[in-house]
């Protein structure tokens, strides 16, 4: 007999059940990377979402394989040796427990910087768990979709007329790039009907502060961004590609022409979820300003003059769900 335990949801956010599910969103702008008109694309779905997906890319299968399954090794560890991973403070182990301020959701994850040396040491009490083998395949995995993500961002640049076009991807390739990597496993929710709660959240409404966010799941579905409408879509799940944010830091380079988009994670009742982010960050002490080349005629910067140290400082101290440029807004 299987015994049914229920779900400790007591303190999770749950969306309400009288809502209608969300439809999928099946006109999800895709960019062919091969393709030589995907610098104009890339810019039309940046203004229109803040985001795409990926194909074509030369992530190789073999890196993004590994990772996973050294992630599924980890996570399907006894907890009490995956805590001795932890605490994610800002870097380890975390479960349910989303950043300093008290936000909480159905996952678990790792969260790496992928510039300062993470000791990795804290996977080597972890059963099955091969401390240099996780750190082997995070720096090849990372490395490849950083390098995807320049290009990304240098495609972007040139199909905005830009010049040089490296302005945004020298901020990912400069060795002090506040990049962060992070592995998050959304258990199967057990028989959540059976306990009449629907719809619980793995990681509330957030938009991401960095650059650019390249996220790769398994085919479990889950993510859902807000469109312009005010209306959340389910973005059908391809583990084949790749899906990509645009980031705070962005929307303020481009003086708000894209828009960093709201996103969501919602627990599957049927499947685990295992998600793979890259945070594409500029160095601490850079300044986050609107391009010259991007302001028109008389245009001024909608926002304060700040450095990603301190909006990196303000948005930590922050809830998950709230609008973290406004204190940067002049007007
Ligand atoms: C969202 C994007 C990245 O996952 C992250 C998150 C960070 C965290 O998990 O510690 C934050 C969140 C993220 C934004 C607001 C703050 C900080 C949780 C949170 C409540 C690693 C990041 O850079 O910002």
Known sequence: MVVLTEPDTDHLPIINNS???????????????SKPDSKNLIVKACEEFGFFKVVN????????????SEAIKFFSSP???????GPADPFGYGNKQIGQSGDIGWVEYILL???????????????????????????DYVSAVKKMSCEILEKLAEGLKIHPTNVFSKLLKDEKSDSVFRLNHYPQCPDIQEFN????????????????????????SGLQILLKN???FSVPPDQNSFFINVGDSLQVMTNGRFK??????????LKSRLSMIYFGGPPLSEKIAPLPSLMEGEESSLYKEFTWFEYKKSAFK?????????LFEKF
């Open 19 to 33: 809502c209608k599910s969300p439809s999928f969103f099946n006109d999800i702008p895709v960019i062919d990377l």
């Open 57 to 68: 890319h030369d992530v190789p299968m073999e890196f993004i394989s590994k990772l996973e």
């Open 79 to 85: 907890l009490s040796e995956k805590l001795k991973a």
């Open 113 to 139: 910087s992928t510039n300062c040396e993470f000791n990795y040491q804290k996977f080597a009490s972890v059963l099955g768990v091969n401390p240099e083998s996780i750190r082997a395949a995070v720096n």
């Open 197 to 220: 709660v629907k719809n619980l959240i793995g990681f509330g409404e957030h938009t991401d502060p960095q650059i650019i966010s390249v996220l790769r799941s398994n085919n479990t």
């Open 230 to 232: 005010g209306n959340w």
């Open 260 to 269: 960093s988009v709201k996103h969501r994670v919602l627990t599957n009742t």
């Open 318 to 326: 922050s809830r998950l769900a709230e609008n973290r440029l406004t």
